[in-house]
Each structure stands twice: as structure tokens, then as C-alpha cells.
């Protein structure tokens, strides 16, 4: 049980264009998602916080019209990377918590992004 | 920053033996857990101590917490090569939001 999946895996895009990333809870319902960053060899970053039905809280730091969130149901998020540029080149990574996991952040495999 | 800071960052071990990688962090804390995380790949949930906890374990994992030291430990007991992965700590002190702060991470190789 508590299996999040994460999709695509992998994208390459051209420089200036917008990516979407998905992230869904399989078997449970997940009121709130995470969306992490984590650049080679180091370690993950939190981007924003996303309840279910709200506006996602950002870090401090992190642009919220560049990456976008949408927690539009109990079992998906997405992060949209607009405008992408070749420094949001990064692996992201979601998690979700919620009814019957509390406590427990369970992660997706994540996103290769390569903007060239 | 609450940022927890794991030593060593990289550990190298023969198959068989065990492995300890320590965590401290800098804030008081609801919970830590331990992930593990394999090359590329995305996170796998070992092991959430409370604090009120002071050992738990699963399998061969054992984990401690110090609260008056700010620390947790990791012990991986006859490691496997299928163990060799990086490993992060992770605490969380958002009052019941479940939002953690991650470790630096230990890469930890087996060696068959």
C-alpha cells in the first residue's frame, strides 16, 4: 500500500517551454503533497506544500509563478515548470501524506527534467 | 536552517558487516524518520521514531534518538549488497503538518 507514482520520468524540452509533472497516490487519499528538488549529490530540497483544494505554500525562495501547483483532488498534484530554463534542469521529486499514512511522507520515483 | 547534518557522507563496508551513520539536527522535533535512496530513484520510508522514543527497529535496522543531543543514529546490521544506496534523515518539527526537513545524506557502499 502507499505507492505515489510520478509522470513522465523523464522529459527533455527546449529552453522557454513548459513542462507538467504529475503526481498521484494510488491507494490512499493524499491531503497533502510535497514537491522536492534535488540537484546531483546533494540532498532534497522542499519546494512548496500543497493541500487539497488550496493554494500550495511555497518556501522562501522558490518562485511561485515559475513553478506552478495544482492539488485539485485527493490523489493528484501537479508542478508546472514554466518558462523553463536550462538551471531548472534538476530531478523533482513528490511525496504525499494523508488518510491512513499519517505521519509517513511516501515518495514518488520522481522527474529527470533536462532543459537544453 | 534545520537542516540536518549526517555523517559520514560516504561509508564503505564489506558485506557482512554493519553499518552506523549518525544525524543531528539543530531544533526540537515531533518526529525523525530515515529514508533510503537509491541512485536516480526516489525515496523509500525505513523506519519513524518519535520523540518519545529513544530506540526502534525493523528488521535489521536499528534506530536511536537523543533529544538532549539532537541526534539519531542508523545501525544496519550483516549489510547486503543490495543495501548500498544513499541514506537521509529526515525531522520533522512542523506540528503535526508533516513537513520534514531533510539530512545531507550518507552514500553508503557494500562491497560484496
Known amino acids: 500500500g502507499a505507492v505515489v507514482s510520478q509522470h513522465p520520468s523523464w522529459v527533455i524540452c527546449k529552453s522557454g517551454t513548459s513542462v507538467k509533472i504529475e503526481c498521484r497516490s494510488l491507494?490512499?487519499?493524499?491531503?497533502?503533497m510535497f514537491w522536492y528538488r534535488q540537484f546531483p549529490k546533494q540532498s532534497l530540497m522542499l519546494m512548496a506544500t500543497s493541500n487539497e483544494g488550496s493554494k500550495a505554500t511555497y518556501e522562501q525562495g522558490v518562485e511561485k509563478d515559475k513553478f506552478l501547483i495544482n492539488h485539485a483532488s485527493l490523489t493528484l498534484s501537479t508542478l508546472t515548470v514554466t518558462s523553463a530554463h536550462p538551471e531548472d534542469s534538476s530531478f523533482y521529486i513528490c511525496?504525499?501524506?494523508?488518510?491512513?499514512?499519517?505521519?509517513?511522507?511516501?515518495f514518488g520515483p520522481g522527474t529527470r527534467l533536462l532543459v537544453l | 536552517s534545520q537542516q540536518g547534518e549526517e555523517d559520514p557522507q560516504a561509508l564503505s563496508i564489506q558485506e557482512g558487516e554493519n553499518a552506523t551513520m549518525n544525524c543531528s539536527y539543530k531544533?526540537?522535533?515531533?518526529?525523525l524518520q530515515w529514508y533510503r535512496q537509491n541512485s536516480g530513484r526516489g525515496l523509500v520510508h525505513l523506519i519513524l521514531i518519535r520523540s518519545n522514543e529513544r530506540e526502534k527497529h525493523s528488521g535489521r535496522l536499528r534506530v536511536t534518538l537523543d533529544t538532549s543531543k539532537k541526534s539519531s543514529s542508523l545501525l544496519i546490521t550483516a549489510s547486503r549488497a543490495a543495501d548500498t544506496a544513499s541514506y537521509f534523515c529526515?525531522?520533522?518539527?512542523?506540528?503535526?503538518?508533516?513537513?520534514?526537513?531533510f539530512g545531507t545524506g550518507t552514500k553508503l557502499q557494500v562491497i560484496p
Open positions: 511525496s504525499a501524506s494523508g488518510t491512513g499514512v499519517r505521519e509517513t511522507q511516501y
Open positions: 491507494d490512499f487519499q493524499a491531503t497533502t
Open positions: 529526515a525531522t520533522d518539527a512542523s506540528g503535526g503538518y508533516q513537513k520534514v526537513t
Open positions: 531544533t526540537s522535533i515531533n518526529n
